[in-house]
């Protein structure tokens, strides 16, 4: 039976939020020492947050989600636009939707005098893996469709929201179970 080889920048990214996971699980750093803080990047100078935010992930189903809407989405655009490209793409990316959620957080901050978001901290590659489905999406056929996780076919076009909606749905089911569990 033939296998599908999965392609260079696809499989490094894998490879790499992998071995961080393994990492976290066996050395068990703090994962706020690498979370997206906006404070911390703000007025601390943090920048490294930037890009260890979306490379570290908040547990193995966080992991699996992301890795796996990874290989696909990431293995389809790479397999059509190339290695180099999809690398450019996904590097712009990290640092596009790290610097927007700063921006974004910071402006609400200013606006509303309200702080609690600015000491939020995020991780996980689900903001790259969104932009990925877009540029997909807007690169595809007209009438072609992708697998949800092999549950429904989504007509392409619809694909990146009804991700959106289905890894919300996940994390917050994860949210309730974790909370669930501290009662």
Partial sequence: M???KVPFTTFMIVALCVTLHIYQFFLDPPLQNFTLNPRLIIYAHEYYRLITSTMFHSG?????????STLSIAGALETRFGSVPLGLSILIS??????????????????SDDASLIYGSSVGFSGVIFHLAVLEASTSPPNSTRSLFGFAQIPTA????ALL?????????????ASSKRS
């Fill in 2 to 4: 033939p296998t599908a």
């Fill in 60 to 68: 193995i189903m966080h992991l699996g989600m992301n890795m796996l």
């Fill in 165 to 177: 909606i289905a890894l919300q749905v996940t994390s917050e089911a994860k949210r309730s179970e």
């Fill in 94 to 111: 990290i640092l596009s939707t790290s610097l927007l959620h700063v921006f974004v957080t910071y402006a609400y901050y200013k606006l």
């Fill in 158 to 161: 619809y694909y990146p929201v």
